[in-house]
């Protein structure tokens, strides 16, 4: 079974920094792609960045420039390094992957969410 568990977000002012990790744990044979979502209240959860396994990377308009996408595919691990926080980016914050397990099938895999809270 897969998991994948978040952690580093909580309550920043505006401007701040945060740093949020996910690590997929389980029986895991390659991981496609990686990605962060986020779904603030009364809102549809939208994409936030992805990161393939070669490193290729996108983000939504709003955050380029301001956050930061990586992965150490050793550790099975995504990061997303948030600069210049403001209180538009408030939201639970999702890690999603795209992992091949045993059976050699794709499966697509969410974490619980972490809170991320910006006070202007």
Do not use: H
């Not at 709003?62 to 990586?70: A, C, E, H, L």
């Not at 600069?83 to 099938?105: F, H, M, W």
């Amino acid at each position: 079974q897969v998991r994948l568990v978040e952690s580093g977000g909580g309550l920043v002012q505006a401007g701040g920094s945060l740093r949020l990790s996910c690590a997929a744990s389980g029986i895991i044979l390659s991981i496609n792609t990686m990605a962060w979502y986020r779904q603030a209240p009364g809102k549809q959860r939208e994409l936030v960045a992805t990161i393939t396994s070669g490193g290729s990377t996108n983000y939504l308009d709003f955050v380029k420039g301001r956050f930061t996408i990586s992965s150490d595919n050793a550790k099975n691990t995504v990061y997303l390094q948030m600069n210049s926080l403001k209180p538009e980016d408030t939201a639970v914050y999702y890690c999603n992957a795209r992992i091949l397990t045993t059976g050699l099938q794709w499966n697509n895999y969410w974490g619980q969410g972490t809170q991320v809270t910006v006070s202007s």
